[in-house]
């Protein structure tokens, strides 16, 4: 099957994943809605009843799947671009619900209009040393320094430790997903947007898997409250991703070996990051995305949907480049 996905020319592979990415959108979508709409199936104890919670990550599938697709139109420049205007989205929201005071108003305009644009640049410009150790060794140091300008001794670590927190995640993660364009795999050239899209859909179908197994598992093992019967649905989650990765080899420079590899590494961090965002939101008061919730704080859930991404694009990168040996 891989092979046969390779013979295909580059416009024919991008036909197909345009056609397999929104027709299963549109048809789950369809089938979710007519379940929706029959009144037999709003009853908990039914086994198609379809909780509310899992209305938000078929949006945001959606809204993944626009914001690749408009990455992959608008090529390297307008990817970086769009991930970057995502991240300044994302951190202010984040920040909005951390305790910051008005000492800190310095190093959150650095924050977010210095530091922000310049990792993304560097991450356009292919500035490969610099850009990994940007925000973990420069940023790190220098936000304390020029907060402790202020002289507001109120909670000195515990903000900023919040502000170092939200730009590793925020910035420094997404930043990564355009990053994906720097690699150079021999024979791949101008194709890394299928990179970004295996990477998107490693992360995305790892936390709708979780929540389909933990439901149908839960009706067949309720009775059960051990540590394996908590981690199973992710850890069916996470086999199911890598084999779907090992079948998507083809559009990618992997073998199915190391498709499965890579893909469950991925799977094992955006849960992993999911399930720390969720203590973060459950902290900050960080709201989950539906239309019933709303945020004191004025956020939308954004940062909630995008943490297992953030968490899952570093890796990925670093753990292919350095796999590969792949020069910038």
Known sequence: MNQYLKSFSTEAQINILFALLFGFLTILTLVLLYIDYRKEYKNKNNLFFIPNTFWPLIRQSWVMAIMFWLSWILGHIGATILFGLVSFIVLREFISASSTHRGDHYSLFITFFLICPLQFWLSYAKYFNFFSILIPVYVFFTLPVVSAFSNNKIKFLERNSQIQWGIMVCVYGLSHVPAIYMLNFPNYQNKNAFLVFFLIATVQSALIFQFIYKKYLYRINRLENTLYSRMRPGLFSVLTCAIGCGLMAGLTPFKPGQAFAIGLVTAVLSLLGQ????????????????????????TTGYFTKLGALCFAAPLFFHSVRWYFDLTI
């Open 275 to 298: 399930f720390l965002i969720k203590i973060i939101q459950s902290q900050n008061g960080l709201p989950q995305w539906q239309g019933s919730v709303t945020a004191t704080t004025g």
